[in-house]
């Protein structure tokens, strides 16, 4: 049974950092997408980062382009988010995702990403 777990969520002033961890389970996925997303309150879930299986490629939101940063360490099956500068815009719940294969599918689409966690909060308070 395939398990996307996140961690690493809380509350930071702005201007603060945060890093979250998604450990994945029951297989593995250094070849695939993995990407996060976001959902904040009354807003649809956005996309944030990806990183691409095989051959690593990351892909970022303009919205945290230069403060976010996307990377894998395959040994640990796990994918880190690491947020810096963050703004009170940041707050919302973050999702970490992956693709079932390395179709070459949307990796900005949701809809593409077959696994999901449950989501860790992180609150930026201004």
């Known amino acids: 049974q395939v398990q996307l777990v996140e961690s690493g969520g809380g509350l930071v002033q702005a201007g603060g950092s945060l890093r979250l961890s998604c450990a994945a389970s029951g297989r593995t996925f250094s070849s695939v997408a993995m990407g996060w997303f976001r959902q904040a309150p009354g807003k649809e879930r956005e996309f944030v980062a990806t990183?691409?299986?095989?051959?690593?490629?990351?892909y970022y939101s303009d919205s945290v382009k230069g403060r976010f940063a996307i990377s894998r360490d395959s040994a640990k099956n796990t994918v880190y988010l690491q947020m810096l500068r963050l703004k009170p815009e940041d707050t919302a719940v973050y999702y970490c995702?992956?693709?079932?294969?390395?179709?070459?599918?949307?990796?900005?689409?949701?809809?593409?990403?077959?696994?999901w966690g449950q989501g860790t909060q992180v609150t930026v308070s201004s």
């Open positions: 995702a992956a693709q079932r294969s390395s179709s070459g599918a949307d990796y900005f689409d949701e809809r593409t990403y077959d696994y």
């Open positions: 990183i691409t299986g095989s051959v690593t490629y990351t």
